[in-house]
């Protein structure tokens, strides 16, 4: 489950090429955390990209 309860960042697609062009497929996953959060006034686990955290759009709980 590689994407964001905040701004929905996912998984991305993409091509590893090499030196002679040929093209493999390959994935750029985000960096997810699992948080405690105050969703709703109330403390939620949810899972949220590292940007999402140090940008402060997450009130992490105690």
């Not at 030196?19 to 709703?40: C, D, E, Y």
């Not at 899972?47 to 402060?56: A, K, N, Q």
Request: with cysteine.
């Amino acid at each position: 489950m590689a994407k964001c309860s905040v701004c929905n960042k996912g998984v991305v697609f993409g091509h590893n090429v090499s030196h002679s062009n040929r093209k493999t497929n390959r994935t750029w996953k985000p960096n997810i955390r699992k948080v405690k959060a105050v969703v709703g006034g109330t403390p939620k686990t949810i899972y949220v990209c590292t940007r999402c955290l140090r940008s402060g759009k997450v009130e992490r709980a105690i």
